[in-house]
């Protein structure tokens, strides 16, 4: 086994205890990210320890945010190569995990990892968030969605916000400054049933990196008409026209 100092500090840090199979699991996670990103790209960050601080710790810092109850469902949208939602369920055994993603080839993947860590109750699909959102049994299901996708907040909300129930959570992690991110969102969240609860800023253990976590409850049922089909979230994101 490798030297996972800096990850048993790291953990120590969110106040996060892992057992040694969990350990085991990550070690694993990050042997199989290396093996498939040899012939397909998951991730520019390949290192050991960058991976540790850089993917697992990141994912897991949504423990400062929102406290994981047992039973809790959870999506992670636009999943890339599991993150946040693989170091989550390594961690909290007890969460239900949807793993979403527009590409297949990370689906094959996520069902690799899945079936060699031998994780259950999480599966990975291959899906449009536009498209996803208009089924029944995925509409309004979920009790929190997180996601570390690039995008700006209020395209995020258009796509994600839909797929949470009434009173339960969407969480994005994002990085830098995101005051003017968050002005322009604060339309848009209220067309879509949502409203900022809390922001949380801190900086990733053992590194320089600043990261935010926008906590952001459901208030109330978000529209049918959202989210608007043909890429509408990210091309004309609902923000509030200026008065001239």
């Known amino acids: 086994m490798r030297d996972n100092s800096v990850f048993i500090q790291g ?131 979920f009790d929190l969605v997180v996601s570390r996708a690039v995008a700006k907040m209020v395209s995020l909300a258009e796509l994600c916000l839909p797929y949470v129930k009434k009173g339960g959570y969407f969480i994005p992690y994002k990085s830098g400054k995101i005051t003017e991110e968050l002005e322009e969102a604060e339309y848009g969240l209220e067309c879509l049933g949502g409203k900022l609860e809390q922001k949380v800023t801190f900086t990733l253990p053992n590194t320089d990196m600043d990261r935010t976590l926008i906590r952001i409850k459901k208030v109330k049922e978000t529209p049918k008409v959202y989210p608007r089909a043909g890429g509408k979230p990210l091309k004309m994101p609902l923000i509030k026209k200026k008065k001239v």
């Open 11 to 141: 953990l120590s840090s969110l106040g996060i205890e892992l057992d040694k199979k969990q350990l085991e699991q990550f070690e694993m996670y990050y042997d199989l990210l290396i093996e498939w990103n040899s012939f397909m790209n998951l991730t520019a960050i390949t290192e050991y320890e960058e991976v540790i601080q850089k993917h697992f710790l990141d994912s897991l810092s949504l423990i400062k945010s929102y406290q994981i109850k047992s039973g809790d469902t959870l999506l992670d949208m636009g999943t890339g190569a599991g993150f946040p939602g693989i170091p989550l369920k390594i961690a909290y055994p007890e969460l239900n995990v949807l793993l979403m993603d527009s590409l297949n080839k990370r689906i094959n993947f996520l069902n690799e990892v899945i079936k060699k860590l031998g994780l259950n109750n999480i599966s990975a699909i291959h899906a449009r968030a536009e498209e996803q959102a208009r089924k029944l049994e995925y509409r309004e299901q």
